[in-house]
């Protein structure tokens, strides 16, 4: 017969297991959820393969020991440089786009094209899960912003005016980018 002292004794015992379970999957929780997929590339823009990486999370102190004054606006806090200043818009050598911060590679010299905005202009990114894409409504425009999915790093815009195949122009600030050339 369950007795009211039997039956808050064992619900007692079942809440405080439910408990040390949760506190110790927490972390593992946590650690899963802060994980996401990128497509790493060698230097030589070669696919090593899809994987699992830990989200990158540093402190605003951390990032200005690591970026220039410009790199740090323009990555950390959603600024764009400006036109025809970027080291990357009007180069044409062969190579390979990585995130300044973390070093996800990003783009290919393959898809960068000649806007003639001032800023480096690619029709694609070298793996669409290497960059996310959100909704800009700052400075009075909708825009599409676009980031690095590894470290969150604001590297510029992407617009509907681009050239075939894709029609898309992924506009983004040279100091966002670190350029690898193809060994």
Same mark, same amino acid.
């Given at each position: ?5 039997? &039956? &808050? ?5 079942? @809440? ?8 110790? =999957? ?23 393969? =899809? ?12 990032? !200005? ?23 990357? &818009? #009007? =180069?044409?050598?062969?190579? @390979?786009? !990585? ?10 010299? #393959? ?24 909704? #800009? ?17 604001? @590297? ?11 029609? @898309? ?7 966002? =980018?670190? &350029?690898?050339?193809?060994?």
């Amino acid at each position: 017969m369950l007795t009211r002292r039997y &039956f &808050f004794t064992n619900s007692l015992r079942t @809440l405080a297991g439910v408990s040390v379970v949760e506190w110790f =999957l927490a972390p593992l929780s946590r650690a899963w959820n802060d994980m996401v997929k990128v497509v790493q590339y060698d230097d030589s823009g070669q696919k090593i393969g =899809l994987v699992m990486v830990n989200k990158i999370h540093k402190t605003d102190d951390e990032w !200005r020991r690591q970026l220039t004054p410009l790199q740090f606006e323009v990555t950390r806090k959603a600024g764009t440089e400006r036109a025809f200043s970027g080291e990357y &818009f #009007d =180069l044409h050598e062969n190579g @390979l786009y !990585r995130c300044i911060c973390c070093n996800n590679a990003l783009f290919s010299s #393959d898809t960068k094209y000649e806007s003639g905005t001032g800023w480096p202009s690619f029709w694609a990114p070298i793996a669409k899960e290497n960059v996310r894409k959100e909704d #800009d409504n700052s400075l009075g425009m909708s825009r599409t912003a676009v980031s690095c999915t590894e470290c969150d790093a604001h @590297l510029g815009h992407v617009f509907d005016d681009g050239p075939k195949p894709t029609y @898309l122009r992924y506009c983004m600030n040279s100091a966002s =980018l670190k &350029f690898v050339k193809r060994p």
